[in-house]
Structures are given as structure tokens and as C-alpha cells.
């Protein structure tokens, strides 16, 4: 492959759009953090005190009974959200008003809410699977960490949809969400996790 040595590839565009409620944060193809290593992560809270999000694609092959006591045995996605409060379980679902106290995230997605009425869906056969996606801990910054971490090209911020947001996710998902941002990014997915080894 022939490069351009006045474009920097890994560079990400300043006119990049802003981070918010509903959209994603990708990461760099360098960045080494066992969390975020590749990694999708959807923004649920973002304000001036800080920002939340979960990761969508690193998932964990265990069976929600082993998280949940009393939950039936169904098989739902289970993910690992983020580095913080990782004995912490949260939920994403498009259940709406079904759970109370949800947060409106992005159409028909939403963020927690009673957990009792999660139980009480799942109990009574009312919970498909591919309406909610459980995530052991979450994701976090403060304000002045995440803008430095935009500025030096960390993470792409990407706008995206509700069906994409509740998809199964798998470690491919991070090629697949930069092939949806153009062909510069495309140049992401062929470089090597190591930055020594490109």
C-alpha cells in the first residue's frame, strides 16, 4: 500500500464531532489499556461534571445466573462495561417505560431502571434477550480527562443508532464501526496493536 507521508493517518480530524449523550466513543487502533484496547464505548451520561459510558464490545461468556441470584436462566449479553466498579452491574435495554426509572439514551434505548421490574419482566416470560444487555462495572471521566484524552487522538467520537447499540457485539465490532466512518479510518483497522510494530 502506497501512503501519502503529508497525511497523518492515525491523526483524528479536528472537525470531529462533539461527545454526547448516544454517541460513541472508538478507540485509536495504539491505544494499550486492557479495557479499552479496541474498544466501543457508548456515552450514557456526559456533562459538565464528567462523562459515563460502556464498553459494547468486550463481552464475557457467563451466564446472567451467576451474576444474578433469582434470575431465570436465559441467555442475554452480558459485557464488561469499564474499569470502574467492575463488581457493579448495569443494564441497557429498549423496554422503555416498562422499567421505571429509565434514562432515555439514544430512540428506543434506554439506561437502568428498577431492577425489580427487569426480575419481574424476566420472570413472567416477557423479557426477550435481545432487549436488554447487562455490563459488569462501567466507564468514566472527568471532564479534563476525557478532553485530553480527545485531544491526543485517543478516541474517535461517532455518531449511531439504537440498532447498532443493542447488535451482539463481538471484538470484530470495532472493524466494523470504523468501516462506517469513511475510508480514513478504514486505514485503522490494518495497523497493528503494537505502535513498535508498525
Known amino acids: 500500500m502506497i501512503m501519502n507521508p503529508e497525511i497523518e493517518y492515525f491523526k483524528i480530524e479536528t472537525n470531529r464531532i462533539q461527545p454526547k449523550k448516544g454517541r460513541l466513543l472508538i478507540a485509536e487502533p495504539f491505544l494499550n489499556d486492557a479495557y479499552f484496547r ?90 426477550d434477550p435481545r432487549e436488554i444487555k447487562f455490563f459488569l462495572g462501567y466507564s468514566g471521566w472527568n471532564p479534563e480527562q476525557l478532553t485530553t484524552e480527545l485531544n491526543s487522538n485517543s478516541w474517535l467520537v461517532a455518531k449511531t443508532s439504537p440498532s447498532l447499540i443493542m447488535k451482539k457485539h463481538s471484538a470484530q465490532s470495532w472493524e466494523s464501526a470504523l468501516l462506517t466512518q469513511g475510508n480514513r479510518y478504514k486505514m485503522w483497522i490494518n495497523a497493528p496493536q503494537n505502535a513498535e510494530f508498525n
Open 38 to 127: 479496541r474498544a466501543i464505548v457508548l456515552i450514557t451520561e456526559h456533562n459538565a461534571e464528567g462523562t459515563i459510558g460502556f464498553v459494547l464490545n468486550k463481552p464475557i461468556e457467563i451466564n446472567i445466573t451467576e451474576v444474578l441470584d433469582g434470575f431465570p436462566d436465559m441467555k442475554v449479553d452480558i459485557s464488561v462495561g469499564g474499569p470502574v466498579n467492575t463488581n457493579s452491574l448495569h443494564f441497557l435495554h429498549t423496554m422503555g417505560a416498562q422499567i421505571r426509572q429509565s434514562e432515555h439514551i439514544l430512540g428506543n434505548v434506554y439506561w437502568g431502571g428498577v431492577y425489580e421490574d427487569v426480575l419481574n419482566l424476566a420472570k413472567a416470560g416477557l423479557l
